[in-house]
T-cell receptor, first 110, second 116 residues
């Protein structure tokens, strides 16, 4: 099946630093999605990307849909302690199914 | 808007019993709901796609007789884990969309199942 390679697996950063994570795939996706999951909760959608090359921001978050439709990145600027959590990328096909990356665990030190 | 409610949030059951988990879309009609399973420190694995009024489509390796899915209305899908065993202990999460994910999916808060 389709697989997404998400990196890095984990990040330990200082408050105020910028963060970057990305996902790559051997398959083409029609939509890329970025989610954040807190412990014991379901994922919450952060940003959705619908077109190749699209660059979208949501507050301190910026994400881009790669031109080849096989990759995407998420940047978080000026990190704060509440950014702590697990970030997942997900690619959607025409059938509407999502394939998730393995997640990036972010730790922010005050 | 776009709230998905999942119930219960946690359940402990004895081995051999069945457990039902509900997923409701509160403020929209969900033509499609998805059920995921997540083991600790792992990603979400899609179990099945549930379409209102039709049979669920299961992913390869998921036993349809063990994980019964019913999507009787546009706002409710249920997952029943039948004859549960300790290896079924996991975090089960549903998500819902009304437009094949064109705007992304809304996830429920998950159900922690522990089988003892």
């Amino acid at each position: 099946g389709q697989q997404l390679n998400q990196s890095p697996q984990s990040m330990f950063i200082q408050e105020g630093e910028d963060v970057s994570m990305n996902c790559t795939s051997s398959s083409i996706f029609n939509t890329w999605l970025w989610y954040k999951q807190d412990p014991g909760e379901g994922p919450v959608l952060l940003i959705a990307l619908y077109k190749a090359g699209e660059l979208t921001s949501n507050g301190r978050l910026t994400a881009q849909f790669g031109i080849t439709r096989k990759d995407s990145f998420l940047n978080i600027s000026a990190s704060i302690p509440s950014d702590v959590g697990i970030y997942f990328c997900a690619g959607n096909t025409n059938a509407g199914k999502s394939t998730f990356g393995d997640g990036t665990t972010l730790t922010v030190k005050p | 808007g776009a709230v998905v409610s999942q119930h219960p949030s946690w359940v402990i059951c004895k081995s051999g019993t069945s457990v039902k988990i509900e997923c409701r879309s509160l403020d929209f009609q969900a033509t499609t709901m998805f059920w995921y399973r997540q083991f600790p420190k792992q990603s979400l694995m899609l179990m099945a796609t549930s379409n209102e009024g039709s049979k669920a489509t299961y992913e390869q390796g998921v036993e349809k007789d063990k994980f019964l899915i019913n999507h009787a209305s546009l706002t409710l899908s249920t997952l029943t884990v039948t004859s549960a065993h300790p290896e079924d202990s996991s975090f089960y999460i549903c998500s819902a969309t009304y437009d094949r994910g064109a705007w992304g999916y809304t996830f429920g808060s998950g159900t922690r199942l522990t089988v003892v």
